[in-house]
Structure formats: C-alpha cells, structure tokens
C-alpha cells in the first residue's frame, strides 16, 4: 500500500498560483486511481478532481474547471494539482488521496489512502 505526502501549500494573494505535488512511496503508486480533495473550515470535505491510473483521463469540479489541472507523472510516483487563478474560496487543507482501481472516482469511499493534508490560503 502506498504512502502520500503533499506538498506545494502555502499563502497566496488572489489571482495568483499554486502547484501542489503528492508523492507516493512503493512500486504500485501506477495501479492507483488519484484524487484530490479540499476541506475548507467549517464545511466538509469536498471532490477537486480525479485522474485515472495512466494518467490520460481526468475530471474536475465545477467549482475549479478551467482553473485547476490534476496530473501525475507514473515515473516519479507524483501527483500534481496546478492551481492558477485562485480565489479566497479555494482557501482550504488540500489532501491527496489514493484508491485501488483504474477508474476516475470523485467519491471519497473509492479512496483507501489519504495524505495529511497541506493548507492553502488564499488573501485579497
């Protein structure tokens, strides 16, 4: 089973950008559906957006399509989420999280490995 690390969060003035990146440990990190969520204060946490095993599939939230870009590179067990254009919205504990599968899945219960989260704030 595979660990995860985020990384890339940070303090931001709006308008500006991010890139998170999650990596992985172990040899299987390619056989894993990805995903991104946020959890802002106060509210639950949310679906960002999905890749699938390749790599060559994905799908964001409405709330960040357009805006935001999930990648990941097999090679180097690493998951990335650009963030450009960021809103005082976006402001939020990102977590990467894994699932066995090779699927997209936007629901938190396909996911069976998540990180620690890495916090993203956004400022007028």
């Known amino acids: 089973q595979v660990q995860l690390v985020e990384s890339g969060g940070g303090l931001v003035q709006a308008g500006g950008s991010l890139r998170l990146s999650c990596a992985a440990s172990?040899?299987?990190?390619?056989?894993?559906?990805m995903g991104w969520f946020r959890q802002a204060p106060g509210k639950e946490r949310a679906f960002v957006a999905a890749?699938?095993?390749?790599?060559?599939?994905?799908y964001h939230s409405d709330s960040v399509k357009g805006r935001f870009t999930i990648s990941r590179d097999n090679a180097k067990n690493t998951l990335y989420l650009q963030m450009n254009s960021l809103k005082q919205e976006d402001t939020a504990v990102y977590y990467c999280?894994?699932?066995?599968?090779?699927?997209?899945?936007?629901?938190?219960?396909?996911?069976?490995?998540w990180g620690q989260g890495t916090q993203v704030t956004v400022s007028s």
């Open positions: 999280a894994a699932g066995r599968g090779f699927n997209i899945a936007t629901e938190e219960s396909r996911y069976d490995v």
């Open positions: 172990g040899r299987t990190f390619s056989t894993y559906r």
């Open positions: 890749i699938n095993w390749s790599g060559q599939s994905t």
